[in-house]
Structure formats: C-alpha cells, structure tokens
T-cell receptor, first 114, second 115 residues
Framework: SAVISQKPSRDICQRGTSLTIQCQVD?????MFWYRQQPGQSLTLIAT?????????ESGFVIDKFPISRPNLTFSTLTVSNMSPEDSSIYLC???????????FGQGTRLTVV | DQQVKQNSPSLSVQEGRISILNCDYT??????FLWYKKYPAEGPTFLIS?????DKNEDGRFTVFLNKSAKHLSLHIVPSQPGDSAVYFC??????????????FGKGTKLSVIP
C-alpha cells in the first residue's frame, strides 16, 4: 500500500482563521482526493486534486472555502478558510496509484474550530 | 439522499462467531464496491472489494457477497476476533469512466467483538 503522511494530525483553531493540511505520498500516484468526515457522518468527497491545475470540486464545496494545491505527483494541500465551528471534522487525503482499484487514505486531520 | 446505506450503526458479536455487516446502495451506476476498516485516530484501511461481475470475493477470514439485483452487499468475518473491533465503511464507485475513482461511502457500522 502507499505510505501517506498527513499533517497536522489534529488542531484546534479559532473561528475566522485558516488551516492548511498537507498530504505527502511516498510514491507517484495517479489521483489524489480530499474527503471530509463530519461527526457521525460518512466520508464525503470534497474535491479531486489535479496536478498543476485547479482542483475539481464536488457539489456543495467551493474553491474559495477549500483551496487545494497539487504542485507535483506526490504532494497536495487542502486549506480550510475562514473557519467556523461547522468546519469541525476529520479531513482525509486519499490516493490511487496507477493500476490499483482501491484508494488508500492518510491518517486524517482532526480539526476543531472554537 | 444517501446512495450508500449502512442501516446498522453498531453490532456486537462474541469472539469466534460470525460478524455480518450489511450495505445497500441505490445508484445503478455503481459496480465496484469496497469495504474499509477504521480504528480511532487512524485513516480508513482497505479491507476487501468486489466488482459487479462477481457475487462473492473471499480473503482469509473476510468474505464479501454481492446481490446486484437487490443492490445489497454484505461483509462476513469468520471467526470474529477482538482486533476486528472497529468502524467498517462500505463504499461504492463506477468501475470505469469519469468519476470512477471517487468513492461514495456509507455512514459506517461500529463492530465490537466481545472476548
């Protein structure tokens, strides 16, 4: 399986601030995704991180709120902007390697907004 | 509208017995299904998958059954062990084409295996 390093593992942030989450993979991957898991809910796809171009966002998620970068094949960042308590969730990086049919996940970032 | 449903939020099973976790889906475009296991403070770990051309896939103690006509799948764990205690997520995606790697997840079932 791919080794995925996600930082930070957890954070407590003040409302109105922004947090950038990093995802580093140990090998080149075909696709990178960002998911969110709100308390008691399923994992929901935020966006597909595209290398060198704008991310592809799912319905209900916008670039101004969740800007994403992917400068190369092994690294991506997700920023949660202008945070409110409703953004308190676990944010997960996910990758798919060439030839794989399953996705691998990072350990997640547990975000609490106060 | 939830396209992948896990109707049992929790399940308790005695060690050594069979655990059966169920999952239903509504989207006919889904034809590849995956189960993930998640421990607290960790990301989901891939467990087993099945494509719609099969009705059963087995890997050691884990077997996934797919009933495509009923849009239902189940994960069987035999025998259950205390280390299997975790939250299990059912996920689905189209096998190919646009969006074929984006997963739709259920809410998860928390399995507790009692020693």
């Amino acid at each position: 399986s791919a080794v995925i390093s996600q930082k930070p593992s957890r954070d407590i942030c003040q409302r109105g601030t922004s947090l950038t989450i990093q995802c580093q993979v140990d090998s080149q991957v075909t696709m990178m995704f960002w998911y969110r898991q709100q308390p008691g809910q399923s994992l929901t796809l935020i966006a597909t991180a595209n290398q060198g171009s704008e991310a592809t966002y799912e319905s209900g998620f916008v670039i101004d709120k969740f800007p994403i970068s992917r400068p190369n094949l092994t690294f991506s960042t997700l920023t949660v902007s202008n945070m409110s308590p409703e953004d308190s969730s676990i944010y997960l990086c996910s990758v798919v390697r060439q030839g794989d049919t399953e996705a691998f996940f990072g350990q997640g970032t547990r975000l609490t907004v106060v | 509208d939830q396209q992948v449903k896990q109707n049992s939020p929790s399940l308790s099973v005695q060690e050594g017995r069979i655990s059966i976790l169920n999952c239903d889906y509504t989207n006919s475009m889904f034809d590849y299904f995956l189960w993930y296991k998640k421990y607290p403070a960790e990301g989901p770990t891939f467990l087993i998958s099945i494509s719609s051309i099969k009705d059963k896939n087995e890997d050691g103690r884990f077997t996934v059954f797919l009933n495509k006509s009923a849009k239902h799948l189940s994960l069987h764990i035999v025998p259950s062990q205390p280390g299997d205690s975790a939250v299990y997520f059912c996920a689905a995606r189209p096998f190919s084409g646009a969006g074929s790697y984006q997963l739709t997840f259920g809410k998860g079932t928390k399995l507790s295996v009692i020693p």
